[in-house]
């Protein structure tokens, strides 16, 4: 294993590693930083009973036409488990540790995420943010893919393929990498980002979702239905292009290299219902990467404080994704094509 130092996820300081801070007084800042328990409560609750009913409803559809877009529903709420585990795996929703950790592997599970290995990707990606060959979790290689990245992995088809592979090699304490875009060598890998006092939970939790898996798929031939594998296995797959959709504008067609969160990130301006409730407002992705330390439900407040400090942010995901189509077409004919934002001065 490699002995690469990451910061703990709750323990990152973007300012002692000479990265863009913004500019707001000590007092505020504390005052947003602030968790609380009622919110983190309401939105937990919120989600999961929105999941389950959901659920409900697409398994009593069963049979019927109304199954179809049951079921898309149901996908759809289970994929944004995606930000459920990113929030809770920043330990920033609820006050204690306990409830963070507990919620953040119950949605890691959902979002179809190894925690542990998942825990130092996502705190590598925090402190290397689009750096090549050190962040693991750029989404838009170059050169760019089209139809990779416009269709195969707007279901999600392989992310959970290289999850289920890493799921199914570190059950067996292998640790080669996975190649998940390309055939071009992997110089980094998840596993070369674990401690090595990390390396027998991420085995074993590994091995835990290989056998919930594996109960899964016997489940659904015992009983002869797809209903069990329509209900846990698939959905990050059928219910991933609202996730890609809304996740593909955090960093896409950006500038790679840069210590200016405001070069490399995209804030959008959603609504409550998909910003707020299905992403977790993780569309204020600049003031995110930023200050980590920020809860999400604090997030809008943190945005007003610092907007002018922000260059222009894009106004609902037509607007980005005016922005971003064209220059993932240019890109995948010249690599070296990016957005330039304009930053404040």
Not at 122 to 151: C, G, K
Not at 206 to 233: G, H, V
Not at 268 to 280: C, E, N, R, S
Not at 297 to 313: A, C, R, W
Request: aromatic share 16%; charged share 20%; net charge positive.
């Amino acid at each position: 294993m490699s002995t690469i130092k990451v910061e703990e996820i709750d323990q990152i300081d973007l300012s002692q590693k000479n990265w863009w801070q913004p500019k707001i007084d000590r007092k505020e800042f504390k005052k947003i930083c602030q968790r609380s328990n009622s919110k983190a409560w309401f939105h937990t609750l919120l989600y999961f009973s929105v999941l389950i009913l959901s659920g409900y409803l697409a398994v009593i559809s069963w049979g019927t036409f109304y199954s179809i877009p049951a079921f898309i529903i149901y996908g759809a709420v289970y994929a944004c488990s995606n930000a459920r585990w990113h929030e809770y795996g920043h330990r920033t929703v609820f006050k204690t540790r306990k409830l963070n950790d507990f919620f953040y592997y119950i949605s890691s599970f959902l979002a179809f995420f190894e925690p542990i290995s998942w825990r130092w990707s996502h705190a590598n990606h925090h402190s290397r943010t689009r750096f090549l060959d050190l962040d693991v979790e750029i989404a838009d290689p170059r050169p760019t893919n089209l139809r990779i990245l416009f269709f195969t992995e707007f279901f999600g088809y392989y992310r959970v393929k290289a999850e289920l592979i890493k799921i199914m090699k570190h059950s067996f304490r292998i640790f080669k990498p996975v190649k998940q875009f390309s055939d071009k060598e992997v110089k980094i890998t998840v596993a070369d980002l674990v401690p090595q006092q990390e390396i027998e939970k991420m085995v074993w939790s590994s091995r835990i979702f290989l056998l919930i898996i594996i109960f899964t798929i016997t489940l659904s031939l015992l009983i002869q239905s797809f209903i069990p594998l329509l209900l846990i296995i698939t959905p990050q797959i059928y219910g991933g292009p609202l996730l890609w959709i809304l996740a593909f504008t955090q960093h896409a067609a950006l500038k790679f290299d840069s210590n200016d969160h405001r070069e490399t990130t995209r804030t959008v301006i959603l609504g409550p219902i998909l910003g707020t409730f299905f992403y977790a407002n993780m569309q204020y992705h600049i003031e995110h990467h930023a200050s980590p330390q920020v809860p999400f439900y604090n997030l809008p407040k943190f945005h007003e404080k610092i907007k002018d400090q922000l260059p222009q942010p894009n106004y609902g995901l037509f607007d980005a994704y005016k922005e971003i189509i064209p220059a993932i077409i240019k890109q995948s004919k010249d690599p070296n094509y990016e957005i330039n934002k304009t930053i404040p001065a």
